[in-house]
């Protein structure tokens, strides 16, 4: 009979999943900076790109501080979050709405990870590994605050701003639709009236000749 699995080959699993995860972060964010039309959000995924850089760095020491080997194990979450986001740059958005777009792209990620580190904390606490939760807190801190960051770029203008850009564009429209309603709806002259005017021609000419 195979021995059951315990918390602890749950702990290393988790462990190998965020360190995948990790690492595809460190690919997918230079993609999502590129794409930011918005300076301020190009800094912040900018600068949690680094962070996401130490996160690897400190699940590698929690791996040699449980002597392991340090390795990735695939994460399909992260990697459908990492698609998504993909797919966002690849739109025909405007400019504010793109950044909008990114920024829950971001966030997507943020909060998913947030949750893995949550559990590895609380998992390792109880498992006695007092090195692993001081790694883990830092990376989960550095998730928050990014995630806060986000949330600030978006509620200071961002929004707003691909709001308004939408209302602009939809009053265009409407001002065009109406244009296009006038002239549709301007009588062309009926063709009682130019025979009218065609007959009346004639009498003209022939009180001219007396």
Known sequence: ??????????????????????RQLVKALPKLAK???????????????????????????VFEALEERPRGKHCAGMAGIVEEGSEVTGEDFDDETMDACLIASGQRAEHYE???????????????????????QQNLDEEKNADEKLTSLAESGI????????????????????EESEEMASPAPSAA??????????????????
Not at 114 to 136: Q, S
Not at 193 to 210: I, N
Request: charged fraction near 35%.
């Open 35 to 61: 794409a930011a039309t918005s300076e301020e959000l190009r800094d912040a995924f900018t600068t949690h790109l680094e962070e996401t850089r130490s996160h690897v760095d400190r699940l590698t020491q």
């Open 1 to 22: 009979m195979a021995k059951s699995q315990t918390l602890q080959d749950a702990f290393l699993d988790e462990l190998r999943d965020a360190y995948d995860a990790e």
């Open 159 to 178: 929004n707003q701003s691909a709001a308004d850009a939408g209302s602009m564009e939809n009053d265009e429209d409407e001002s065009d639709d109406d």
């Open 193 to 210: 009236r130019r025979g009218a005017s065609a007959s009346a021609a004639p009498a003209t000419g022939a009180r001219r000749r007396k």
């Open 114 to 136: 947030m949750a893995a580190y949550g559990t590895l904390i609380a998992w390792a606490k109880v498992l006695g590994h007092d090195d692993a939760v001081e790694l883990l």
